[in-house]
């Protein structure tokens, strides 16, 4: 059994306590308009351009047996129906230009990359996010129960959407969980996520219930979609109800827009700026002043 990955972090420490290991899952089941890492999307491999390491050579355009492949001007126009991800065109590009995103690992491929760093620990542990890690349930299991094997601290953070079974069965395992509140507004929530927030309420409910001094949430905080204060006090009272404290504050930034070209993605957020120190300071305020835990940056 394998799992999709398409990164592994190490010596992370936004994702969780301490100093960690972050491994992301490909595959997501949201399409966040601000999705900060939209290689992780997509449920295949995917192949990403470097426009600046391109030399317009076009060995990956002869030797592409689909015919998928055409380069112009140093831009490369891959056709997703004809390719078939051999990664013939990663492999053979000279200086890099073309890479690939998505590899498959075994569990325990993954875990020698995480015991390497072992020693390091002590506070931190193993953070498994994605993409949605939920996704791929099986493999997430089975990685789960060798690290809790290693005596590793582990993380998972979440969407919530998904099945409560799931989440339950890994919350034997897991120390801590990050899970994702980003809109409370159902509408708004399918408008800018693609899905509805309807089981991600309920899940985040049902886990409030057997587990909620390892819920930390995250709010990703993005101007004029859900920084007003309508959605900031309808969260404020749906984590009280469920007597959740603990908040991570995530600011929007625009460091993503570059990806979104290289994988010939359309951002269209363009438009959205990053906000000031001063708005974060003040939604940081509200939080605090209704007796919530409120850290910025997670």
Not at 74 to 79: A, G, L, R, S
Not at 235 to 240: H, I, P
């Amino acid at each position: 059994m394998k799992g999709l990955i398409f990164d592994i972090k190490k010596y992370s420490i936004h994702d969780g306590e301490g100093i960690r290991t972050t491994v992301f899952f490909k595959g997501c089941p949201l399409n966040c308009l601000w999705c900060h890492n939209p290689e992780s999307q997509s449920f295949k491999t995917q192949i990403i351009h470097y426009s600046d390491k391109c030399i317009n050579c076009k060995t990956c355009e002869i030797v592409c047996k689909k015919h998928a492949i055409k380069v112009i001007d140093k831009k490369v126009y891959i056709d997703n129906f004809s390719c078939d991800l051999c990664i013939d065109c990663t492999k053979s590009c000279p200086t890099g230009a073309l890479s690939s995103i998505g590899t498959l690992y075994s569990v325990d491929e993954i875990l020698d990359e995480i015991l390497k760093d072992k020693i390091f620990y002590t506070n931190g542990g193993v953070t498994i996010s994605g993409g949605e890690p939920f996704l791929q349930i099986n493999f997430l299991m089975a990685l789960l129960k060798k690290l809790k094997e290693n005596h590793i601290h582990i993380a998972i953070d979440t969407c919530g959407y998904t099945k409560f079974s799931n989440i339950k069965n890994a919350a034997v395992y897991a120390d801590q969980f990050l899970y994702d509140l980003k809109i409370m507004d159902p509408v708004l929530h399918i408008k800018y996520t693609g899905v509805s927030n309807e089981i991600i309420l309920e899940n985040l409910e049902k886990l409030s219930n057997i587990a909620r001094d390892k819920i930390n949430i995250r709010l990703p905080i993005i101007p004029t979609i859900n920084d007003n204060l309508d959605n900031l006090s309808q969260t404020a009272n749906f984590l009280k109800k469920l007597k959740i404290s603990k908040i991570d504050i995530l600011a929007y930034h625009n460091f993503m827009v570059d990806k979104y070209k290289r994988l010939n993605m359309d951002f269209k957020l363009k438009h959205i700026k990053k906000p000031k120190d001063e708005e974060i300071n003040s939604i940081v305020n509200f939080f605090r002043s209704q007796d919530f835990t409120v850290e910025v940056g997670g």
